[in-house]
């Protein structure tokens, strides 16, 4: 029977040991660190080595009642006793492996493709290697980077096997909590472990190092393996609009800093919007920055209006530091579907980080789910919308593993089970360039309150960012469309022109008790 513990699964790498570091000292300390899993890879050692330092490094394993699967060589593995092997694409058959090796012995498999994963099923394997997830310094690959989305669809495909699965390729501490929630499959599929080299065998404290990957992996578990939202019976109108009143007083007592990438048509007036709210604006681009100003704001907005491809490294750092630092990202794809260049960078984005909130119009959302429903022409939506709205936004939040927002006559925002339909707002939004964007800054906004509220009342370290999204992303949109229909109906608004201003003015006196008195939201 399988009865390994795929969690930590540590691969040997005797060339990366740090100077003076003796490889078996290292292997022991990380086996106390929590390694649940060791694979010995030895790609320049003849037999007889291979052979010696499986042997050494089994007793080593023994000592600590952990599993030993070699690399490649199906006769070291016999000749040492070893529970399995792991073989690569162009190794030896499986079946000629099983044949070979006694009764109940351990095959994983590598694959780098959702066709390796279907003929790896039907092989028989026990687990597959799934890479590489992240690229890597410490072998030459052959196939493309796979990305999270990438892995999370590998594993659909071993829905209702036994199969078991790892990642591998580029795993780090640092990145851990990213790429175990990044992997979930649309259907809940969660990785069994991840594979790990460099980040522990090069370190001097593999020890330490093992620990940090063994509290993440364990915290990812306390939370039902990154189950996208904590299960939680219908929301009622009068709850939702409790938590938006709580936040929008956070809001105004604790001032949140909103780091803001955006485009330059509309920087100024998000800067002053989110003033209004309450919160402080900062619209820093420099790539040095990003690790600093994450640790210091609430919530990062990355928006591509205007990007360039210099801009990119931005973008990827900032979102990478705010998933590090738990800091929610809300992302506007800005006419995602007007060119190649941008689809190609949402994609590269969507595949670095994770976003908190994914906010656009019923043409970029359609884009980013790869659908023909609804066209865009540059950075409008063209036609009527979606015929089901409700489910097209609860299907993007599912696969996209975060809050979904799609603004239009009615904004949907659904969390990946609920959806809450808000009908404020006025036309005039429409008249004026960039009423998109400015909410993008105030769901950031609200999405940096929900983690300070959240941040006293959730203890646990498995989830990517503290508080409720779904409800930061409403309390967004409904304070800005009730301001808006406030604002539009002063008498000294006869415009646009005048209406963005009124709009700032009622922002900053808007109470909570205006918002939930105005407030038109439905439940579904
Ligand atoms: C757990 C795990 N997954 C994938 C690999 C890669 O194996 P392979 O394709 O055989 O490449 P080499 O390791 O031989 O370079 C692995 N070793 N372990
Ligand atoms: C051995 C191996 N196989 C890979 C694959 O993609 O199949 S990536 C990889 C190396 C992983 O090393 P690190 O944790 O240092 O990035």
């Not at 670095?352 to 022409?377: D, F, H, M, P």
């Not at 498995?462 to 309390?475: H, P, Q, S, T």
Request: charged share 20%; proline share 3%; net charge neutral.
């Amino acid at each position: 029977m399988d009865d390994i513990n795929y969690s930590l699964y540590l691969v040997t790498g005797r060339d990366l040991l740090p100077p003076g570091k003796d490889y078996f000292q290292s292997l022991e300390e990380s086996l106390q660190g929590g390694v649940s899993v060791v694979q010995i890879r030895e790609k320049k050692a003849d037999t007889a080595e291979f052979l010696d330092i499986a042997r050494r490094s089994k007793a080593v394993c023994d000592k600590y009642n952990v599993p030993i699967l070699i690399n490649d060589r199906v006769d070291v593995a016999i000749a040492i006793n070893a529970r399995g092997v792991h073989l690569g694409q162009t190794d030896m058959s499986i079946a000629t492996a099983r044949s070979l090796l006694p009764e109940g012995a351990i095959i994983g498999v590598s694959c780098n493709n959702e066709n390796h994963v279907r003929a790896a099923i039907q092989d028989g394997v026990d687990y597959v290697g799934i890479g590489a997830v992240w690229g890597t310094q410490t072998k030459q690959l052959t196939s493309p980077v796979i990305g999270v989305r990438g892995v999370g669809k590998m594993l659909e495909i071993l829905d209702g096997t036994e199969v078991k699965a790892v990642a591998i390729g580029g795993i780090k501490t640092t990145n851990l909590l990213r790429t175990l929630h990044g992997c979930v499959s649309t259907t809940d599929h969660a990785l069994d472990g991840v594979a790990v080299v460099s980040d522990i065998v090069a370190s001097k404290e593999p020890r330490v190092v093992a620990e940090k990957f063994t509290k993440i992996l364990e915290a990812f578990r306390a939370i039902n393996f990154g189950l996208l939202v904590a299960p939680r019976s219908v929301p009622s109108k009068d709850q939702i609009l409790a938590s938006v009143n709580d936040l929008i007083n956070t809001v105004r007592k604790t001032g949140p800093l909103v780091h803001q990438i955006t485009n330059t048509v509309v920087a100024t007036q998000s800067a002053n919007i989110t003033l209004a709210l309450g919160a402080s604006p900062i619209m820093a681009t420099e790539p040095q920055e990003m690790g600093d100003l994450s640790r210091i704001c609430g919530a990062l907005l990355v928006n591509i209006g205007t990007m360039r491809s210099d801009g990119k490294e931005s973008m990827t750092l900032a979102g990478y530091h705010a998933n590090m630092n738990k800091k929610p990202v809300v992302f506007d794809p800005v006419g995602v579907g007007a060119s190649a260049f941008r689809k190609e960078t949402v994609k590269d984005l969507l595949n670095t980080w994770q976003a908190s909130v994914i906010k656009g119009n019923a043409g970029e959302l359609a884009s980013i789910a790869g659908s023909t429903e609804v066209a865009s022409k540059g950075v409008d939506s063209v036609g009527s919308g979606f015929s089901d709205p409700s489910s097209f936004v609860r299907a993007l939040a599912k696969k996209e593993r975060c809050v979904v927002v799609l603004t239009g006559p009615v904004d949907y925002i659904s969390d990946g089970v609920w959806v809450a339909a808000l009908r404020n707002g006025h036309e005039i939004l429409r008249k004026f360039t960039g009423s998109g964007c400015i909410v993008g800054s105030s769901i950031a906004t609200y999405c940096a309150a929900a983690v300070a509220v959240g941040r006293d009342t959730e203890n646990t370290d498995g989830r990517l960012v503290y508080g409720d999204m779904f409800i930061g992303a409403i309390a967004g949109v409904l304070v800005l469309t009730v301001a808006a229909e406030i604002a539009a109906k002063r008498e000294d608004v006869k415009g646009p022109g005048t209406f963005l201003p009124a709009l700032i003015d009622e922002l900053w006196v808007l109470t909570p008790s205006d918002v939930l008195s105005m407030a038109r939201i439905d439940i579904c």
